[in-house]
C-alpha cells in the first residue's frame, strides 16, 4: 500500500503556544486528505477534509480558527493547532485519499501524532 | 444519520476464532471496512466489502455482511498475539470520500 508519513510523531507543548503537524503522502500525490481526532478509548473523529489549493471543509463543532489547515501541494497538509489548552490534547491521525477507477475509498493513514499540552 | 457501534472489547485464547461485530444504520452505505490500529500507530486497512456482498474471504478473514439487519462482522481464524489491536470498522456513505468509523473493538489474544 500508498505509504503516508506524519511529523512529528510525538510533541509536548506549553498551553498558549502554537503546534504545526504535517502529514505527507510520500509515493502518490493525495487531491484529498483528512484529519482525525482520537481520543483514548474512542473512535476517530473526522475532524476535516483538506483538499489540495482551496480550503477545508471543517465537520460541525470543529472550530477552524482554533485548527488550521493548509494544503498547499499534492504531498503535504498540515494542521497547525493554535493556542493549544490541554483540552487539545489527543492522537491526531491524517490520511491521504487515493483517487482510483472505483468508487471504493482508498484511504492510506498516517501513524498518527501525539500531542500533550502541558 | 450516520451511526457504527462496536462492542469495546473482545478476548479469545490462541489459535481460536475471533468475530468482532459491527452495526451500522446508514442503509446507503456503499462500502464498509474492517481497520486494524495497533498500539501507538495509525489505521491499516484489512480488507472491505462492496454493500451488495454477503461475503468475503481474504486468507484467515471472512467478513460477513448483513444488509437488512445493518450488520457487519470480521472473523479472524487462527487468531495469533499478533492479531491483538483495535478493530474498526467503518461505513463509506455520501459519495465516494467520507467514511465514518466505529467505536473500535479492541482484541486481546491470550497466549
Known amino acids: 500500500g500508498a505509504v503516508v508519513s506524519q511529523h512529528p510523531s510525538r510533541v509536548i507543548c506549553k498551553s498558549g503556544t502554537s503546534v504545526k503537524i504535517e502529514c505527507r503522502s510520500l509515493?502518490?500525490?493525495?487531491?484529498?486528505m483528512f484529519w482525525y481526532r482520537q481520543f483514548p478509548k474512542q473512535s476517530l473523529m473526522l475532524m476535516a477534509t483538506?483538499?489540495?489549493?482551496?480550503?477545508?471543509?471543517?465537520e460541525q463543532g470543529v472550530e477552524k480558527d482554533k485548527f488550521l489547515i493548509n494544503h498547499a501541494s499534492l504531498t503535504l497538509s498540515t494542521l497547525t493547532v493554535t493556542s493549544a489548552h490541554p483540552e487539545d490534547s489527543s492522537f491526531y491521525i491524517c490520511?491521504?485519499?487515493?483517487?482510483?477507477?472505483?468508487?471504493?475509498?482508498?484511504?492510506?493513514f498516517g501513524p498518527g501524532t501525539r500531542l500533550t499540552v502541558l | 444519520g450516520e451511526d457504527v457501534e462496536q462492542s469495546l472489547f473482545l478476548s479469545v485464547r490462541e489459535g481460536d476464532s475471533s468475530v468482532i461485530n459491527c452495526t451500522y444504520t446508514?442503509?446507503?452505505?456503499?462500502?464498509l471496512y474492517w481497520y486494524k490500529q495497533e498500539p501507538g500507530a495509525g489505521l491499516q486497512l484489512l480488507t472491505y466489502?462492496?454493500?451488495?456482498?454477503d461475503m468475503k474471504q481474504d486468507q484467515r478473514l471472512t467478513v460477513l455482511l448483513n444488509k437488512k439487519d445493518k450488520h457487519l462482522s470480521l472473523r479472524i481464524a487462527d487468531t495469533q498475539t499478533g492479531d491483538s489491536a483495535i478493530y474498526f470498522c467503518?461505513?463509506?456513505?455520501?459519495?465516494?470520500?467520507?467514511?465514518?468509523f466505529g467505536t473500535g473493538t479492541k482484541l486481546q489474544v491470550i497466549p
Open positions: 490520511s491521504a485519499y487515493r483517487r482510483t477507477l472505483t468508487s471504493y475509498n482508498e484511504q492510506f
Open positions: 509515493d502518490f500525490q493525495a487531491t484529498t
Open positions: 483538506s483538499n489540495e489549493g482551496s480550503k477545508a471543509t471543517y
Open positions: 446508514d442503509s446507503s452505505s456503499t462500502y
Open positions: 466489502i462492496f454493500s451488495n456482498m
Open positions: 467503518a461505513e463509506q456513505t455520501g459519495g465516494y470520500q467520507k467514511v465514518t
